[in-house]
Every structure is written in C-alpha cells, then in structure tokens.
C-alpha cells in the first residue's frame, strides 16, 4: 500500500521560503494517473487545501496562496515538492502530502503523517 | 465553495447513535467526502462521494445526501471513534473543508 512522508525544516525565518519534500513508497508517482496534494492544519484556519499536482507535471493551486506556490515532482526520487515563498507567522501549520485521487475520484487518501512548521524570528 | 458542519462539538455515550451535518454553499452534486481526525494523527478518509464507504471502515459509519446537504451517520458509536470529523468537497477548485465536528466520549 502507498505511503507517504514529510520531510523538510521545521522553523523557517519570516520572509524566506518553505520547502518540503514528501516521499512516496509502495508505488509510483509517474503511475496510475494520480494527483499528489498538499494540505496544512493551523489552529486559527482549519484544515486547508494548498493545491496538488499531476502525475505528469500540470499543477493546480489555491488561489489564496498561488503566488508563493511551487510545486513539482522528481520521479527518479519517487517525491513531491512544495515551496511556499515569502511565509508569515500565518503560514505556521502542520503540513501534509496526501495522494489526491484520480480525474474519476478525487477522495484524498492516503495522507502522511504530517510535519510541523513554525515561522519565527 | 463554504462548508459548514454542524453541530461544533457533540458530546455522546457508547452505543448512541451520531448524526453530524455537512452543508455546502452551492450545489457540489455528490462530491462530499469524510474525514476522522484523532489527536496527533493525520485525517483518515471514511466516505468518499457522499455514500460510498471506504475499504476497511467499520459498517457503522454512513453517509448520504446530494446537492448541498450532507450526513454522516455513526451508529452505536465505540469510544474509539473520539475524534473530530471533517467533509471535502473535491466538486470546484478549490478544494475546501468543513470546520469540524468533535466528538467526545462521556
């Protein structure tokens, strides 16, 4: 079965760029026809969708937060990467991948375990 | 795409049955999933598409609904199913979730 784990910095300086990377085991992220999301969780804002990519590349992004996204896949790795530029304390969330489903049944499912990042000086 | 569940917080016994509410802001069709949350975890996906149950829950989780208003049905609820329930919608990008329900054991 698929598995999914995030890895990157947990405290990032206001100003800077987030990065994380999130591996995939069990299968690949160039099959199947998936779509592989990111998601955050902060206490004041619920559960949020940040946007997922393709398998072959074509992204899609929270227009609430486009301008600062990247996402982007490295098949040789089997990993997913988001980068979120010019972060503020309201970007501190716990951060998770996630398969985001197919064009036939966008259920996420599953999710990694999530990793917490803190914006601060 | 706004959700809204009701109720904020439900407080229940063993065994009681738990209705939470999802409503949408416009008309998502079938597209309403459910999530449960514990505490320290990730959300973990029970119905997908408003009714179809998911592969491995329990039979006494249940969702129905269409359009905007959608349910989530534990019956005889275990005091392992403390958790807080999320709904997403996948119908319109973006994607949005409910605020959550949680569900506490007495």
């Known amino acids: 079965q698929v598995h999914l784990q995030e890895s990157g910095p947990g405290l990032v300086r206001p100003s800077q760029t987030l990065s994380l990377t999130c591996t995939v085991s069990g299968g690949s992220i160039s099959d199947g026809g998936y779509y592989w999301s990111w998601i955050r969780q902060s206490p004041g804002k619920g559960l949020e969708w940040i946007g997922h990519?393709?398998?072959?590349?074509?992204?899609f992004y929270n227009p609430s937060l486009s301008s600062r996204l990247t996402m982007s896949l490295d098949t040789s790795k089997n990993q997913f990467s988001l980068k979120v530029t010019s972060v503020t304390a309201t970007d501190t969330a716990v951060y998770y991948c996630?398969?985001?489903?197919?064009?036939?049944?966008?259920?996420?499912?599953?999710w990694g375990q999530g990793t917490l990042v803190t914006v601060a000086s | 795409i706004v959700l809204t569940q009701s109720p904020n917080f439900k407080s229940v016994t063993p065994k009681e049955k738990v209705t939470i509410t999802c409503r949408a802001s416009q008309g998502i069709g079938s597209s309403l999933h459910w999530y449960q949350q514990k505490p320290g975890q990730s959300p973990k996906l029970l119905i997908k598409y408003a009714s179809q149950s998911f592969s491995g829950v329990p039979s006494r989780f249940s969702g129905s609904g269409s359009g905007t208003d959608f349910t989530l049905t534990i019956n005889s609820l275990e005091a392992e199913d403390a958790a807080t329930y999320y709904c997403l919608q996948s119908s319109t990008s973006p994607f949005t979730f409910g605020p959550g329900t949680k569900v506490d054991i007495k």
């Open positions: 996630a398969r985001g489903g197919t064009d036939y049944d966008f259920s996420i499912d599953p």
């Open positions: 990519i393709y398998y072959t590349g074509r992204t």
